[in-house]
Structures are given as structure tokens and as C-alpha cells.
């Protein structure tokens, strides 16, 4: 399918402010400045999202003592005993924050049919591997021991994420099925937006849409160079397309076409069918990676929150 309209205006918009040299690419920013633009970006493509929620702060305790922000939404008609998101926002690692994800977890705690808790975590390069995968760890267990606290049940826990942060779900959904570290809880299921699997390697996504459609090739290893070694791509922590795991909890993957995440998100939803796991796998025809901040620049955004809620009628 062919660039939705309005997205394609978009990015021809950003590819111009790079030829009359207003922009640069991330990967060719410094950490500071990318961090920068990368917040910036929120307001341009969800400048309106919900603001008829409950939103409490909290500080999260970590296994060295250090404290994360968090932020837990809920809507006024929240029934009691509703499910809990886990939500992990993407930025590979080194952008991204909880400001600049705050529209998706608005727009995932609208319906008042599940409560949203969005723990952030700390980023490359400061912090490199593994520290965001323990900081996620260690957020999603202090959750499922505070739930009933919280006013939350914590038996209807589910993971998700988008981006780096879908790779985080996926390792705590791993971690749920006894591999170390351990998360103390089964989840419900786990909602994958556009994850990165595997950084192994290059596959042909990757070449196809290497530059041009808002997340580039250069910029993912941008990112995992500072987030890893070379030696440390291979763990299945940083690509869980490598482990070794049974059944996980039921999944909803959602890829977009244009993408160089594409491939490997296609991938490890083969592989945990292949293990024997439920999978719903949707392709987001005509839509780039981060379509979930997108609600101000595509009309089709709208229907994806609503098949979402849809899955989570059925599943959670």
C-alpha cells in the first residue's frame, strides 16, 4: 500500500528542512540534541490527546537504591479489578521519556477499560545495557507487590511497550516463564508495537526502507552502539529473537509497513507461534514506525487504538 497521504506530506516536510540543512538526521545529532528533538516531535503529531484523566506521580525504588519516575492513568469510570498495562516507551534506548510518550498512555487509559502504569528507565549512554532491562525488572515487580495499594488487581497485569520499550516487554515476558531474571508475576498477555528483536543482524527491511521513513538504519545503530557492546547484541536480553523459550503469554504485534523494524517484528511473531504461543500479528499498511504518537497526522491512528481495545476485550 502506498504512504498514507498525509503521512507522506509529513515526511516530505522533514526531508525538505534537511536539504535546506533546518534539520539533521538523529544519528547525526549529539545525545543531548537528539534527546531534544525527540521531545520536541510530541506536540507535532499528538497535539491533542486526552486530558480528562487521573495522572499520579511515583517514584519507583531500584535495586541500587536509585529512584525512577513513574506515572499511573486511570479514568474516572475505571471499574474496580479492570487490567493494568505495563507500558515501556521506545527512543532505542537512548531518547524518549515519559513526556514524550505521554499521549500513547493517555490514549491507552481513555476508554476507562484498563489502567495504564508507565514506569520510565534510565538510557544510554549514562546508563548503558543492562541497566535498562533491570530498571523495567525492577519497576514491574514493585508494581505487582503495590498493586492492591494502588487500587489495582494484580492478578490482569499485562506488558507492553513500542519501539526499545516493546523490547523490554518482551524480555519481562520471557523472564515471566521462569527464565533469570525472574518477574514475579504471569502476565496477562503482552502488547508489542513495532519491538526490535534482534540486532544481530541486518535483514531486508533494513535496505528497503534504510532512509526516508522517519526511523532510519543509521539511527538503530546509532542507538545500539551506544545502548551495547558488540559482544553484548548477542544476549537474548538486548535480542530476544535469540532465546530459548517456551509459550508466552498471548501477544498482539503490531508492525508498520514502512519500517526497518519490519522484518524482525514479522519474525519473532513466527517465533513465538512456533513455540506454541497465541499470536495476533497486524500490519500497519501505509504507516511508518511510531505510529502510535501519530494521532495528529494520520486518520488511521484512531482505528488502531480501537483494534487494540477491541483484542483487549477478548484477551485481557
Wanted: proline share 6%; net charge negative.
Amino acid at each position: 500500500m502506498p504512504l498514507d497521504p498525509d503521512l507522506e506530506a509529513f515526511l516530505e516536510l522533514a526531508e525538505l528542512g534537511r536539504l535546506t540543512g533546518k534539520s539533521q538526521a538523529m544519528h547525526e545529532l549529539s545525545v543531548a540534541q537528539a534527546r531534544a528533538e525527540f521531545e520536541k516531535t510530541s506536540a507535532i503529531l499528538d497535539p491533542s490527546p486526552p486530558a480528562t484523566l487521573s495522572v499520579t506521580a511515583l517514584k519507583v525504588p531500584v535495586r541500587d537504591g536509585h529512584q525512577l519516575d513513574a506515572r499511573l492513568y486511570r479514568h474516572a469510570a475505571l471499574a474496580a479489578g479492570a487490567p493494568t498495562l505495563l507500558y515501556y516507551h521506545g527512543g532505542g534506548y537512548v531518547v524518549g521519556s515519559l513526556d514524550s510518550h505521554d499521549s500513547i498512555c493517555r490514549r491507552l487509559a481513555a476508554s476507562g477499560r484498563y489502567a495504564v502504569f508507565a514506569p520510565g528507565y534510565r538510557l544510554a549512554p549514562e546508563a548503558p545495557f543492562p541497566t535498562a532491562v533491570d530498571d523495567s525488572l525492577d519497576a514491574a515487580n514493585w508494581l505487582a507487590e503495590r498493586a492492591i495499594q494502588l487500587g489495582l488487581n494484580p492478578e490482569r497485569l499485562l506488558l507492553a511497550g513500542d519501539s526499545a520499550g516493546a523490547t523490554l516487554a518482551t524480555v519481562l515476558a520471557i523472564a515471566a516463564t521462569g527464565a533469570e531474571p525472574a518477574l514475579s508475576f504471569k502476565p496477562v498477555a503482552q502488547l508489542l508495537f513495532y519491538p526490535v528483536t534482534d540486532i544481530t543482524r541486518q535483514r531486508p527491511s533494513h535496505t528497503r526502507y534504510a532512509e526516508g521513513y522517519l526511523l532510519e538504519t543509521p539511527t538503530l545503530e546509532w542507538f545500539y552502539d551506544h545502548y551495547c557492546g558488540a559482544e553484548q547484541r548477542n544476549d537474548w536480553r538486548v535480542s530476544p529473537l535469540t532465546a530459548h523459550f517456551a509459550a508466552l503469554a498471548p501477544a498482539y504485534i503490531s508492525v508498520a509497513e514502512y519500517d526497518p523494524l519490519h522484518d524482525e517484528g514479522i519474525a519473532y511473531a513466527q517465533a513465538l507461534e512456533h513455540a506454541g504461543g497465541k499470536v495476533t500479528l497486524v500490519l500497519q499498511a501505509g504507516l511508518t514506525h511510531d505510529f502510535l504518537r501519530m494521532s495528529g497526522i494520520s486518520g488511521q491512528i484512531d482505528g488502531i487504538y480501537q483494534a487494540l481495545e477491541d483484542w483487549l476485550e477478548q484477551h485481557a
